[in-house]
Structures are given as structure tokens and as C-alpha cells.
T-cell receptor
Framework: DAKTTQPPSMDCAEGRAANLPCNHSTISGNEYVYWYRQIHSQGPQYIIHGLKNNETNEMASLIITEDRKSSTLILPHATLRDTAVYYCIVRRTTNAGKSTFGDGTTLTVKP | EPEVTQTPSHQVTQMGQEVILRCVPISNHLYFYWYRQILGQKVEFLVSFYNNEISEKSEIFDDQFSVERPDGSNFTLKIRSTKLEDSAMYFC?????????????FGPGTRLTVL
């Protein structure tokens, strides 16, 4: 599986945009980038995924660089409830499709 | 919105006992997974399951573990003889397919405590 690198922690002010970077320089051409988050010990929550185009949904935006070696998850207006561990995952294109979690980024949203 | 459910939320057992953790995946999903997370550590893949067969398993998933889809809705993880180091959160997940363009949805987890 392609390895991902994320900063261990980030802070963000409430109401501001949170920009979480991820490096995945060994990604293969048909592997998708996924973002999940985990609040306390709850189950990982799916946020967004993409292949090469930028994506947006009701939770977040995903910006993938043209060479696909890195991506940024954007939470446009962070709230205190967005405090969580955010995981960037590259999933293999196989018929098993497991997710390999790293250490993620602990995002702390501050009032 | 459809969601993955898991029971029980917390299971306490004695070392050497058998436990069965239960999951109800999202109804139209075909691929099922178990992951675990030891306190303070990463989420780790255990096994994936499709068409009543194991598709892939990790080194953690040894002979003490087994999975089953006993009926059309439940997906279970059995640990035959629990060890102290099996204490962890166990997460079930499901997806429409195993291909990476289909997202996996995770359940809330079962906290297993082995005494």
C-alpha cells in the first residue's frame, strides 16, 4: 500500500478553515485517496475520497495535486465538534479494498 | 441514513473464554471487514469477507479468529480463546464493493476487555 505522511497535530481556530495536508508520493495511478476521522474511540467516520480531481461534499473539500503526490483536506468552517484524529489513506485497487490506517493528524479546534 | 451497527458495545470476558462480536452491515453492501484498535494505537485491519469467503486477512488474524455470515444480515467475529492482548476496540465495516472507489463505512465498535 502507498504510504502516507501527515503532521502529528494541528490547531485551528473555531470558524476558520482547517487545512490538513497529506503526502502520498508513492501512490499508484488508480489508487484513491480517502479521508476519515475518528472522534475519541468511536468508529472511523468517512469524510471524502478522490482519484485526481478535486472533490467537495457537505463535510469537506479534497484538493489533490496534479502529480497526485499530495492532497489537502479542507474543513471550511471548523467547529469544536471537528476536533478529532484525521486519517489520510490510500486504498489499493484490489477486490479486497482494505484500509491501512497510519497515525493521522490530531486536529484541535480552539474557541 | 443507513449505518453499520455492532453489538454489544462493551464485552467483558475472562481469559480463555470464547467471545462473539456481532455486526449488521449496511443492507446492500457485499464486502465486510473487521478492524481492531488497541488503546492508544493505530486502527489495524484484521480480515475482509466477500461471498461467504475470506478475501484477505492480516497476520493478526490467526487460528483463534474466525468470521461468519450466519444469515442475510449479521456478520460475526469469533475469538476462540481470548488472551489479555485481545483487549481492544473492534470495528466492523462494510462497502458496496471491494474496489477502492467505494467507501467503507464503519460501525461504532465493540470494546472488548479481557481479564
Amino acid at each position: 500500500d502507498a504510504k502516507t505522511t501527515q503532521p502529528p497535530s494541528m490547531d485551528c481556530a473555531e470558524g476558520r478553515a482547517a487545512n490538513l495536508p497529506c503526502n502520498h508520493s508513492t501512490i499508484s495511478g488508480n489508487e484513491y485517496v480517502y479521508w476519515y476521522r475518528q472522534i475519541h474511540s468511536q468508529g472511523p467516520q468517512y469524510i471524502i475520497h478522490g482519484l485526481k480531481n478535486n472533490e467537495t461534499n457537505e463535510m469537506a473539500s479534497l484538493i489533490i495535486t496534479e502529480d497526485r503526490k499530495s492532497s489537502t483536506l479542507i474543513l471550511p468552517h471548523a467547529t469544536l465538534r471537528d476536533t478529532a484524529v484525521y486519517y489520510c489513506i490510500v486504498r489499493r485497487t484490489t477486490n479486497a479494498g482494505k484500509s491501512t490506517f497510519g497515525d493521522g493528524t490530531t486536529l484541535t479546534v480552539k474557541p | 441514513e443507513p449505518e453499520v451497527t455492532q453489538t454489544p458495545s462493551h464485552q467483558v470476558t475472562q481469559m480463555g473464554q470464547e467471545v462473539i462480536l456481532r455486526c449488521v452491515p449496511i443492507s446492500n453492501h457485499l464486502y465486510f471487514y473487521w478492524y481492531r484498535q488497541i488503546l492508544g494505537q493505530k486502527v489495524e485491519f484484521l480480515v475482509s469477507f466477500y461471498n461467504n469467503e475470506i478475501s484477505e486477512k492480516s497476520e493478526i488474524f490467526d487460528d483463534q479468529f474466525s468470521v461468519e455470515r450466519p444469515d442475510g444480515s449479521n456478520f460475526t467475529l469469533k475469538i476462540r480463546s481470548t488472551k489479555l492482548e485481545d483487549s481492544a476496540m473492534y470495528f466492523c465495516a462494510s462497502s458496496e464493493s471491494g474496489f477502492s472507489y467505494n467507501e467503507q463505512f464503519f460501525g461504532p465498535g465493540t470494546r472488548l476487555t479481557v481479564l
